[in-house]
Structures are given as structure tokens and as C-alpha cells.
């Protein structure tokens, strides 16, 4: 079992940034795809970025690309985003999750795949 913790989110002014942190415990995560999600009022949670075990291979979701960054420490068993130019549309619970697998480069991006879930952050851009 995998236990996640987000924490930094926040209140922000559009065109601000946050770093977003999601903790893990109970097992390494360096055989896990890691990757962030968020989910809007009203709305269907999204994927967002996720990261290959090894770090060598990264996916975002074309309305974040070049304004989000994940990565990922496994020595100390946390991945981060960090969210750069930040806009009122990037308003919503943005959650940790994590992918058992075999195969150090892979990364996915669909919500069935991830086995593990912390319980979100919020993050709230004003305009």
C-alpha cells in the first residue's frame, strides 16, 4: 500500500505560482508512474501531468504544457509540480496519484490506471 499526502496549495492571483508537493509512505515510489490530476466544481476529474519511474519521460495535458512542471525526488519518496502563470481556470483539487509498474519509462494518463489516490489539494486562482 501507498499512502499519498498533497500539500502547497493555496489562494493566488492570476499570473502567480504555486509548488504543489504530494508525500508518500508505505512503499517507495520509484517502480510507480506518479502523476497529478485535478478535478473542478461541478466538473469530471482531469489528468494533468504524470511521470515515468525513472523521471526520463514526462505527459501533460496540452492546456498546462509550458506552464507546469512535474518531478519527482525518489530518494525522499515525493513528487512535486510546479505551476507557473497561473490562471482563474486552473482553479480546482488538484490530487496525487500513483501507478504500480513494471516498466521504468511508461507513463499514463487515464484515471483506471492509477491504483493510488491522496485526498487533493486545493488550489484557487483569482482574477
Known amino acids: 500500500q501507498v499512502q499519498l499526502a498533497e500539500s502547497g496549495g493555496g489562494l493566488v492571483q492570476a499570473g502567480g505560482s504555486l509548488r504543489l508537493s504530494c508525500a508518500a509512505s508505505?512503499?517507495?515510489?520509484?517502480?510507480?508512474?506518479m502523476a497529478w490530476f485535478r478535478q473542478a466544481p461541478g466538473k469530471e476529474r482531469d489528468f494533468v501531468a504524470a511521470?515515468?519511474?525513472?523521471?526520463?519521460?514526462?505527459y501533460y495535458v496540452d492546456s498546462v504544457k509550458g506552464r507546469f512542471t512535474i518531478s519527482r525526488d525518489n530518494a525522499k519518496n515525493t513528487v512535486y509540480q510546479q505551476m507557473n502563470s497561473l490562471k482563474p481556470e486552473d482553479t480546482a483539487v488538484y490530487y496525487c496519484?500513483?501507478?504500480?509498474?513494471?516498466?521504468?519509462?511508461?507513463?499514463?494518463?487515464?484515471?483506471?490506471?492509477?491504483?493510488?489516490w491522496g485526498q487533493g489539494t486545493q488550489v484557487t486562482v483569482s482574477s
Open positions: 496519484a500513483a501507478d504500480l509498474t513494471l516498466y521504468q519509462e511508461k507513463v499514463a494518463t487515464t484515471i483506471s490506471e492509477y491504483d493510488y
Open positions: 508505505g512503499r517507495t515510489i520509484s517502480r510507480y508512474i
Open positions: 511521470m515515468s519511474p525513472s523521471g526520463g519521460n514526462t
